[in-house]
């Protein structure tokens, strides 16, 4: 119970830094917070600006993030 306790608490942590309204926190189980986290860090990691490209770019925008919630 012990380990499950902190595993939760992890995940409520996770959910907190994600860029969300707070009005939609609430609202998400863990697995939409775990799903969320993980498109987020892929994003960040294909998208990840290279010695030769522009400017860097944002990882969810707005629109998208707001699609992306929804459909949850």
């Known amino acids: 119970k012990a380990r499950r306790d902190q595993i939760n608490a992890e995940i409520r942590a996770l959910r907190d830094l994600l860029p969300l309204p707070d009005g939609d926190r609430p ?3 863990y697995l939409h917070v775990m799903a969320l986290a993980c498109i987020y860090t892929r994003k960040g990691a294909c998208l ?3 010695p030769t490209r522009g400017a860097p770019m ?3 925008g707005g629109p ?3 699609d992306l ?3 949850l």
Request: aromatic share 0%.
């Open 27 to 29: 609202r998400l189980s």
């Open 48 to 50: 990840r600006p290279g």
């Open 58 to 60: 944002e990882l969810l």
């Open 64 to 66: 998208e993030l707001a």
């Open 69 to 71: 919630v929804a459909s």
